[in-house]
């Protein structure tokens, strides 16, 4: 299947109406037919066909098996910090936006996580700064407001060679 026709194919047709696009559910309830017994959604702020639709489709256009939205950028980096425990350590963009700084600096550090702000458009530096406790290595790119611009390949490289992840 070429590209354009996957794209198409993977957007939902609304079963009930055969809408091409899918409705946005407004709803914060769904009926139970017993408590835990549901058709797959309970309450909005877990889940919801609307967004289970949007992940889909993302994952299905970026080739991924899944796919997980968010209410905001901040929420979503949020999350993938809560995936590391006290001890680790993120190397990251010394350019970073000014809520994931204060996430790191304020909450996360507290927690025993540590973080390392270098220059990252030196991939040098990011290869210098990883420690065995490295987890994760945070870049941004471009970088806001100064528009640093991280060579993303040489530093994936340079991950797949650690214990790290890459999240960009």
Same mark, same amino acid.
């Given at each position: 299947?070429?590209?354009?026709?996957?794209?198409?194919?993977?957007?939902?047709?609304?079963?009930?109406?055969?809408? *091409?696009?899918?409705?946005?559910?407004?709803?914060?309830?769904?009926?139970?037919?017993?408590?835990?017994?549901? =058709?797959?959604?309970?309450?909005?702020?877990?889940?919801?066909?609307?967004?289970?639709?949007?992940?889909?489709?993302?994952?299905?256009?970026?080739?991924?098996?899944?796919?997980?939205?968010?209410?905001?950028?901040?929420?979503?980096?949020?999350?993938?910090?809560?995936?590391?425990?006290?001890?680790?350590?993120?190397?990251?963009?010394?350019?970073?936006?000014?809520?994931?700084?204060?996430?790191?600096?304020? *909450?996360?550090?507290?927690?025993?996580? =540590?973080?390392?702000?270098?220059?990252?458009?030196?991939?040098?530096?990011?290869?210098?700064? *990883?420690?065995?406790?490295? =987890?994760?290595?945070?870049?941004?790119?471009?970088?806001?407001?100064?528009? =640093?611009?991280?060579?993303?390949?040489?530093?994936?490289?340079?991950?797949?060679?650690?214990?790290?992840?890459?999240?960009?």
């Amino acid at each position: 299947m070429k590209e354009n026709t996957k794209i198409i194919h993977s957007i939902p047709v609304d079963e009930l109406t055969g809408a *091409i696009s899918v409705p946005i559910y407004q709803t914060s309830t769904f009926v139970q037919d017993a408590p835990g017994v549901n =058709k797959g959604f309970d309450y909005s702020r877990t889940n919801n066909p609307t967004r289970q639709a949007l992940e889909n489709l993302i994952a299905t256009l970026e080739y991924g098996s899944n796919g997980y939205a968010f209410a905001s950028g901040l929420a979503a980096i949020d999350a993938v910090v809560k995936l590391l425990s006290a001890g680790d350590e993120i190397v990251a963009v010394d350019d970073i936006y000014g809520g994931a700084f204060r996430l790191f600096t304020h *909450i996360y550090q507290r927690f025993g996580i =540590k973080i390392k702000y270098v220059d990252t458009p030196n991939a040098d530096n990011v290869s210098d700064a *990883i420690t065995p406790e490295t =987890k994760l290595i945070w870049i941004e790119s471009p970088t806001n407001p100064t528009l =640093k611009i991280t060579d993303i390949k040489a530093v994936c490289t340079i991950a797949k060679k650690t214990t790290a992840w890459l999240r960009r």
